[in-house]
Structure formats: structure tokens, C-alpha cells
């Protein structure tokens, strides 16, 4: 059964480096999307992308924050200056186009510590 | 915020039927009733979801009442494997992307 992949599975860094977060998401999906849940906390959406473009983000989603697709598999997250208070779990998902609902589907996460 | 309402927690003995309730009395009539879960922190996974009609397949059943104001997500024959967050969200298709607005869900253990 086809599903999406995040690497790493856990990522340290140190506060104020740079981080990126890779997904590869199911292979006929067009849709994407990253989601983050601090400790302890709701799973929360970050950004939404469709046709090389962002289709909405949330509050959270400010300028250390980017997303990107490099190539026709993977889907990136960055974070331009890592803070403490980006430790969290990351989640990638994608959904097929044009179905009859949007369903999403999650990969396994990237457990993100910044020091 | 979340537009659903679910009990925090609850138990099941292994092998009985696990029933998770929750309301959504806003539902719009474009919006479909999606459940996940999260077992521990991984991510989330999807179960089932339906727009009005009653639906099943191979992990749930899903009841949602005729005025959709509420759904029952049924578990047939609960396992310890089951135990887990889990998460009724209401979702409009919009016929491509769409964000899921988690809430606190219910934790359910399952206990032998």
C-alpha cells in the first residue's frame, strides 16, 4: 500500500540553524501539506501546497518557514533560524485530486529537538 | 478551533465492541465527518469518514445520525493494538486540497 516517507526520523539541532524537513508523499498525490504537534499538544496545519504554490498557511507559518517541491518526489519544509519552541513532532500529508473526498494521509513524522 | 466535541477518554476490554461518540452540531451540509487516530506520537492515521450515509470498511463502522448533528465511530472487536488518540473531524470537500483542524480527541485504552 502506497505511503508518505519522512526523513530524518528525529532531526537536533542547535538554535538558530537551519533545518530541513523531507517527505516524500504518495506518488499520484498533488496535494501537501505539513502539520506540527508540540509535546503534548493538538496536532496543528502549518501550510498547504498545490501547483508549485503555497494554497494557504496558518499562523504559525511565518517567514522562517518555507516549503518547497525540488523535484517530482520530494516535498521540503525549512526552518531559516531554528528556536527552542520549534521542537515538535513534523508531519507531512498528501491527498489526490479530483476524488471523491480529500482524504489525507500522514507519514511517520520528524521528531525535530532544537538545543 | 476544532467544530467537534468528544469525550476525553474511555475504556474498552479487548475483543468488545469500542463506540467513540462525537457531536458536531454545526456541520455544514458540505462538510463530511473524517475520523483519525494517533497511536503514541505517530502520525496520524485515517479510518473512515462520510458525508450522511452510514459507513464501514475493513478497520470501522461509522454511524452518523440523520440530522448529522453527531456520529458513533464503531470498533468492532477492540484490540490492545487500537489503543490510541482519536480524532472526529469535520472537513467541506472542496474537490482538492483541504486543511484538518485537530482537536483534543479521545484517548482510548483498551485493556485485556
Known amino acids: 500500500e502506497p505511503e508518505v516517507t519522512q526523513t530524518p526520523s528525529h532531526q537536533v539541532t542547535q538554535m538558530g540553524q537551519e533545518v530541513i524537513l523531507r517527505c516524500v508523499p504518495i506518488?499520484?498525490?498533488?496535494?501537501f501539506y505539513w502539520y506540527r504537534q508540540i509535546l503534548g499538544q493538538k496536532v496543528e496545519f502549518l501550510v498547504s501546497f498545490y501547483n508549485n504554490e503555497i494554497s494557504e498557511k496558518s499562523e504559525i507559518f511565518d517567514d522562517q518557514f518555507s516549503v518547497e517541491r525540488p523535484d517530482g518526489s520530494n516535498f521540503t519544509l525549512k526552518i531559516r533560524s531554528t528556536k527552542l519552541e520549534d521542537s515538535a513532532m513534523y508531519f507531512c500529508?498528501?491527498?489526490?485530486?479530483?476524488?471523491?473526498?480529500?482524504?489525507?494521509?500522514f507519514g511517520p513524522g520528524t521528531r525535530l529537538t532544537v538545543l | 478551533d476544532a467544530k467537534t466535541t468528544q469525550p476525553p477518554s474511555m475504556d474498552c476490554a479487548e475483543g468488545r465492541a469500542a463506540n467513540l461518540p462525537c457531536n458536531h452540531s454545526?456541520?455544514?451540509?458540505?462538510?463530511?465527518v473524517y475520523w483519525y487516530r494517533q497511536i503514541h506520537s505517530q502520525g496520524p492515521q485515517y479510518i473512515i469518514h462520510g458525508l450522511k450515509n452510514n459507513e464501514t470498511n475493513e478497520m470501522a463502522s461509522l454511524i452518523i445520525t440523520e440530522d448529522r448533528k453527531s456520529s458513533t465511530l464503531i470498533l468492532p472487536h477492540a484490540t490492545l493494538r487500537d489503543t490510541a488518540v482519536y480524532y472526529c473531524?469535520?472537513?467541506?470537500?472542496?474537490?482538492?486540497?483541504?486543511?484538518?483542524?485537530f482537536g483534543a480527541g479521545t484517548r482510548l485504552a483498551v485493556h485485556p
Open positions: 454545526t456541520i455544514s451540509g458540505n462538510e463530511y
Open positions: 473531524i469535520v472537513a467541506p470537500f472542496s474537490g482538492g486540497y483541504n486543511k484538518l483542524i
Open positions: 506518488s499520484n498525490h498533488l496535494y
Open positions: 500529508a498528501s491527498s489526490e485530486p479530483g476524488g471523491s473526498t480529500d482524504t489525507q494521509y
